[in-house]
């Protein structure tokens, strides 16, 4: 199993929602990370967890809250959110173990905040 | 600060060309280097990983040279079809102690296969 599943695949919110976007891999890998992209652009890095702990933070507005419950786990909690925060949000994983740093991604949540 | 460039931005060419992706990174300090695919409004799909210590690396139609020593990656799609038509990325995890292995991405290169 090579896969990383994100859902849900699209989702639309208004400005005062609450909502959460999940991501699961059963893959054993122990890094886990959150990026956003833009049409056209590739994807920019959000947050990195490497062993359920967050250890990068890449300057995002506190309205995205990353979550990481167990090592098969991501979630990104979403509150507040702006159009300008509408984007493909994208989950991947790598095993970390013994420096092997290859990223699977997941097909992407096609976020539309309106 | 590594910094990754991929040139041709757009590229068309006929069905059963070979072809040749370009990918070049500024820093050579780099721990990995990967290319990926990506298809309208989908995720991003693992092509091929080159280790840093490795010169290239082949998966069926697909071939990744890597030199780091120019700062330079291709990735060579032999006899191309209209299902090889997407947006092909690279990027490179750069080596250090506070690196903690963020991938540094090119801009992509737009492959358009024509029938």
């Known amino acids: 199993d090579t896969e990383v599943t994100q859902t849900p695949k699209h989702l639309v919110m208004g400005m005062t929602n609450k909502k959460s976007l999940k991501c699961e891999q059963h893959?054993?890998?122990?890094?886990m990370y959150w990026y956003k992209q833009k049409a056209k652009k590739p994807p920019e890095l959000m947050f990195v967890?490497?062993?359920?702990?967050?250890?990068i933070n890449e300057s995002v507005p506190s309205r995205f809250s990353p979550e990481c419950p167990n090592s098969s786990l991501l979630n990104l909690h979403l509150h507040a959110l702006q159009p300008e925060d509408s984007a493909l949000y994208l989950c991947?994983?790598?095993?970390?173990?013994?420096?092997?740093?290859?990223?699977?991604f997941g097909q992407g949540t096609r976020l539309t905040v309106v | 600060k590594q910094e990754v460039t991929q040139i041709p931005a757009a590229l068309s060419v006929p069905e059963g060309e070979n072809l040749v992706l370009n990918c070049s990174f500024t820093d050579s300090a780099i721990y990995n280097l990967q290319w990926f695919r990506q298809d309208p409004g989908k995720g991003l799909t693992s092509l091929l990983l080159?280790?840093?210590s490795q010169r290239e690396q082949t998966s069926g139609r697909l071939n990744a040279s890597l030199d780091k020593s120019s700062g330079r990656s291709t990735l060579y799609i032999a006899a191309s079809q209209p299902g090889d038509s997407a947006t092909y990325l690279c990027?490179?995890?750069?080596?250090?102690?506070?690196?903690?292995?963020?991938?540094?991405w090119g801009a992509g290169t737009k492959l358009i296969i024509k029938p």
């Open positions: 967890y490497s062993y359920e702990k967050l250890s």
């Open positions: 990027a490179v995890s750069h080596s250090g102690p506070d690196s903690n292995y963020q991938l540094i």
């Open positions: 893959m054993g890998h122990r890094a």
């Open positions: 080159i280790q840093s």
């Open positions: 991947a994983s790598s095993p970390y173990k013994g420096g092997n740093t290859e990223a699977f």
